[in-house]
């Protein structure tokens, strides 16, 4: 069992991480309260997805140091994955399995009562298409079907990766009664997004560009700074 | 009891998609058969020849076989990040290899009675060597190509080693199991089972240690 550090949900310190011999994310020293939901807002390559992928331990960083919940990103990575939830475009989703069959595999590898499946798919508005395939599905159901999928489980943190990219009205309103949700539970949530009209949601808006990060910034402030 | 519902989940989860997607029945069966006839047309009408070397048609028709389902085993983890979610589950890693092994090592299975079939009817070759210990090479054999691909197909979707992955590391890591199930079979076929002992000997500890081995690396290599 790793150690706890810090009661800090992310507290990352002077962390890099480049491709190649391409930056993607330069010294960046961020800290995220517990409860808090942050927006992190920024230009196309600006290296908001790579930051957010850090922290959900898909990738490492090439320098610098960092915990989430308290667990050192690199030691403690699967206490990490155990208690983070990352919500991205890319769903993530078996195209030849049914929407529940999706579900139920992902019940069982987090260790979630599979029962649970077909009331998340409710909860999302797929009931009705429970039983077919998701390589039929349009953008917008693959993604409701992602948020029902982190539903399943409750997550101390949650990292949306432009959960908003694709979704009409209806469906957006789901991913912010995702938000709402987990500030109610008070979990902490980290949100990648383009979208200038969810960040009504956040307790905080910070702003990244060529891979830096200018934190914090007043909600005023913030929005300005977009190209 | 984890591990094993996992590894189950992952196995069950992988058949169906293979079963829907039609990749064995569709891709590799054609390849195999195609493979048998141009191997027999190759030594001509002569019928002893064909059968002194069938069981080594057969193993190669296996063989190429097997590559394209380890591939099969890992392209629907690639179609929408599927893969990035099993990293990031806290799942035994372990448990996940065990389940793509055990997958393939079912295709593979359906796969060689479809192959000793037709190498029966296109060849006049019959396996009725000692059948419990030519069964035990098919299983033995089947297991170890079905490890090693299962563990380092994986590396199939990382993007920069995608192309070198079978040539340098599969085809090399195999021969073993392909040169001992031929000499098993072979021998069995013969009516020497007793001496193939040793060749599913060496099978059976090739098998032992890519499983171990798939168990305690294949997280390492899932990494980023």
Redesign the interface.
Known sequence: MAIRHTDAAVDLRAISRAFGAAPAVSRITFRVERGETVFVRGPNGAGKSTLLRII?????PTAGTGQVLGFDLLAGR?EI??R?E?V?H????????SAL?NLR??A????VDPRRALKALGEVGLAHVASE?VRGFSQGM?QRLAVARATLRAPELFLLDEPYAGLDGQAKELVDLLVLGAQRDDRTVLVVTHDATRTHLATRIVVMRAGRLYSPAPVVDAEAAQP | M?FA??AL??AA?DL??EV??RHALGVVLPFACTQLIAFGLSFGPDRSLVAQTAPALLWLAIFFASVLTFRGAYE?EG????L????????DKGAVFIGKAGAVIAQLLALEVAIVVLTGALFGVVMTGDLPRLVATLMLGTVGLASVGSLFGVLTEAARAREAVFPLLVLPLTTPVLIASIRATALVQAGHPADAASWLGLLAAFDSVFLLAGVTLFGHLL??
Do not use: C, M, N, W
Not at chain 1, 56 to 60: D, E, F, G, K
Not at chain 1, 90 to 97: G, I, P, Q, S, V
Not at chain 2, 85 to 91: Q, T
């Open positions: 959900a331990t898909a990738i490492s699967e994955r155990r983070t990352l991205s890319r769903t993530r989703l078996y195209e030849d399995l069959e595999f992902a069982v590898i987090h260790g395939r693959r | 984890t519902l996992q989940a992952v989860k169906r998609i829907r997607g629907a179609e929408d990040g599927a990035e979610g099993l990293l990031l589950a806290p799942v990494e980023d």
